[in-house]
């Protein structure tokens, strides 16, 4: 049911819902090492992602010609953080974190939408994209190729270290300084989370950090839960306004900041 709702949510946002799952873990398995928990994570973070970009798909709403360049943005950032989660003091991280999170949280609440998606681009590296859905919706948007695969370079390395995934920071920015349209930047997002979060769980499989006596059993039932719930999430996606989505995103990102700066304080 955790993994269901899990991915439900994180589909909906196209977030990947890691950013959910890893403080909940943490407070179901205290035994587990930070370390542990993230590799858990990302591993049901691939299966929810790879589950809702099949429904994005069907929708006709991932922009697959911007999706691939940050694709490979995403592989060196997935990799080094997937190794450098062993040596972060933890504690530090989660309140740096903290704050990041709640600081995107409350510029998305603030900031209005709609003029950040239809604000012209100009400058060097500019592409042009058109993308049409199977419901007959046309959007058309702009950006700087260079900055989103550098963007994607830094959320990979987000998300492998703190294993939430990437997209609840990749989504905000695609829309925000990208100028996506919100339910492109979820969809396309979240068919780049699948490959992204792969690369982290391949690093933690061949480090030895899950493995059968080491929780894979939980995640694969976590997983297990998620691919259906991503199902549905993607479905209500397509129904719901794109500034709804950014503040449901925004609401989370400050109960996440919430829960981690308690962590951080040792509550």
């Known amino acids: ?22 403080p909940v873990l943490l407070l179901v398995y205290p035994d587990k090492d930070p370390e542990t928990i993230t590799a858990i994570s990302l591993l049901v973070v691939c299966a929810n992602a790879a589950s809702g970009s099949v429904a994005y798909a069907r929708q006709g ?85 260079w900055k989103g695969v550098a963007i994607s370079t830094l959320v990979g390395f987000v998300s492998s270290l703190l294993g939430i995934g990437g997209g609840i920071i990749h989504v905000p920015i695609m829309a925000t300084v990208l100028h996506f349209p919100v339910h492109i930047a979820a969809a396309t997002s979240h068919f780049v989370l699948a490959f992204m979060a ?13 493995g059968w006596d080491r929780s894979l059993g939980q995640a694969v039932l976590l997983a297990a839960g998620a691919i259906p719930g991503a199902q549905v999430g993607a479905r209500l996606a397509h129904r719901l306004h794109g500034g709804l989505i950014l503040r449901a995103l925004a609401g989370a990102l400050l109960l996440v900041a919430f829960r981690l700066a308690l962590k951080a304080g040792g509550l």
């Open 1 to 22: 049911m955790l993994g269901f709702a899990v991915g439900a949510f994180g589909t909906l946002v196209g977030a990947g819902g890691g950013f959910v799952l890893v």
């Open 198 to 210: 792969a690369e982290g769980t391949a690093v933690h499989v061949a480090q030895g950090v899950i």
């Open 61 to 145: 709403r991932i922009d697959y010609r911007s999706a691939w360049w940050f694709i490979l943005g995403t592989f060196p950032g997935a990799v080094a953080g997937a190794i450098v989660v062993g040596f972060v003091p933890r504690r530090l991280f989660d309140a740096v974190f903290a704050v990041l999170l709640a600081g995107v949280g409350v510029y998305l609440l603030v900031r209005r939408h709609e003029q950040a998606i239809v604000e012209p681009v100009r400058g060097r590296g500019v592409v042009r994209r058109v993308v049409r859905d199977v419901h007959g919706n046309t959007y058309a948007y702009s950006y700087q190729l």
